[in-house]
C-alpha cells in the first residue's frame, strides 16, 4: 500500500480512498466483442465492435464510426487501472475547505485539478484542459457486487477562460457482468452546446475474447 507524502496526508489519504472504490478492469483485460447499435443525427446504424485490451474498433459508416469509437475508448479508458500514486496521489494537494459539495482538494498538476469528495465518493472534478474549463458532476453511481463503483450518471460542463458556459452534456452509463468483468452496455447523451445534440450507444451479445 503506498505511503501517502508528508506534505499533505489528510487531502491525499481521502482522495485514495475514493479512487480506490471505483471499479477499473485489470492490466491484462483481453477486450470483447459485441453486436453495436448506434443512433446520432437522427439515425440509427448496426454494425460491430471489436476491442483488444481497451482500444476499440468500430465497424460503422465514417462520420458514426470515429465518434462511436472516441466514446468507447472514453468509457475503457477510465477503466484503465493506474496505481494512485503514479496518477493524481503523484502531485502534491491540499485540502482547500468542506462544504455540501464535500472536501475541496485542490492538486498542483498541470491541469489546476480539483477534486470535492464527498461520502467517500468523488462529487465533483474541475479541470482546466486546451483553453477552456471543465467540470464533470457525478450524480450517480452503480455499485458492483463487491461493493466497488461505476460512474451511472454525470453532467459535463465546459466553461470557456472567462467562465462563460459553452456546453453542457448530460450522460447516463449502463454496464453488464460479462464473464469476470464489469463492461460499458450502454451510453446516452445529451449535449447543449451551439444546438441540441445526442447520441445513443447500444450493445447486445457481448462476449469477452479469448
Sequence with gaps: MPKPPPEAPPAWALLREAR???YTLPPDFPGFRARLAFHWQGIWQWGEVAAWGFAPEVHLTANAKSLAERELASLLG?????PFDQGEGRWP???VEEGPLGARIALEDPFRSQLWVRNGRIALIQRHLDGEILRIHLL????????RL????????HQDLRGR??????YRDEYALVGPYW????????????GLDSLVLRMEEMEVRG
Excluded: K
Design 20 to 22: 480506490e472504490r471505483i
Design 78 to 82: 477510465h477503466r484503465r487501472p493506474i
Design 93 to 95: 494537494m491540499r485540502l
Design 140 to 147: 450517480s453511481w452503480r455499485e458492483t457486487d463487491d461493493g
Design 150 to 157: 461505476l460512474p451511472h450518471r454525470f453532467l459535463r460542463v
Design 165 to 170: 458556459v459553452c456546453r453542457v452534456g448530460v
Design 183 to 194: 463492461l460499458p452496455r450502454e451510453r446516452e447523451v445529451v449535449a447543449e452546446g451551439e
